[in-house]
């Protein structure tokens, strides 16, 4: 089955610097997503990507796609300490079905 | 600006019992998932609705059923109960077409002891 899977599995960087995480999967997709999750909470919505685009911006987030390697990454610049998250990228198969398939997860620490 | 409204936010329940976790979408979204986290993992989708009717089903026990009603809420309702359900369950919304932003409702952290 397809899965985004993530890589690196934990991050540790200081405030103010970025922060580069990949993801990859397995199957065609229609789009794929990103989330942050803080500890136990909800997952909190950061950016779409869809399969015919190849970069997107939103704030100090960037998130490239290349669907001929099956793979996303995810540039946080800047980072601040409430940037400290787990982060998921989340592929949403080509075709009717709309479900998303989760990868492992990044865990993000970023030091004041 | 609303969002997807899940309840209980907390559940305690015994082996072998019931349990009935809400879903109320963000308005205007017809379509609703949901997933369950277990612990240290990835969220996995269990099943999913549109205009009230079931669209996709992933893994989800026979213990497990749930519907969505006229008013686009969903129920999942979960019987014998194992230690190993114990989960955050999200619900999810979204519009169609397919493809569209998932957006996630603050979840259900259900404890089986």
């Known amino acids: 089955s397809q899965q985004g899977e993530e890589d690196p599995q934990a991050l540790s960087i200081q405030e103010g610097e970025n922060a580069t995480m990949n993801c990859s999967y397995k199957?065609?997709?229609?789009?794929l997503q990103w989330y942050r999750q803080n500890s136990g909470r909800g997952l909190v919505h950061l950016i779409l990507?869809?399969?015919?685009?190849r970069e997107k911006h939103s704030g100090r987030l960037r998130v490239t796609l290349d669907t001929s390697k099956k793979s996303s990454s995810l540039l946080i610049t800047a980072s601040r300490a409430a940037d400290t998250a787990s982060y998921f990228c989340?592929?949403?198969?080509?075709?009717?079905?709309?479900?998303?398939?989760f990868g492992k997860g990044i865990t993000l620490s970023v030091r004041p | 600006a609303a969002g997807v409204i899940q309840s209980p936010r907390h559940l305690i329940k015994e082996k072998r019992e019931t349990a009935t976790l809400k879903c109320y979408p963000i308005p205007r979204h017809d379509t609703v998932y949901w997933y369950q986290q277990g612990p240290g993992q990835d969220p996995q989708f269990l099943i999913s609705?549109?205009?009230?009717?079931?669209?996709d089903k992933g893994s989800i026990p026979d213990r497990f059923s749930a519907q969505q009603f006229s008013d686009y809420h969903s129920e999942l309702n979960m019987s014998s109960l194992e230690l190993g359900d114990s989960a955050l369950y999200f619900c999810?919304?979204?519009?169609?077409?397919?493809?569209?932003?998932?957006?996630f409702g603050p979840g259900t952290r259900l404890t089986v002891l």
């Open positions: 990507i869809r399969s015919n685009e």
């Open positions: 199957t065609s997709i229609n789009n």
């Open positions: 609705f549109y205009e009230k009717m079931q669209s």
């Open positions: 999810a919304s979204s519009t169609r077409p397919a493809g569209d932003t998932q957006y």
């Open positions: 989340a592929t949403d198969g080509a075709g009717a079905n709309s479900k998303l398939t």
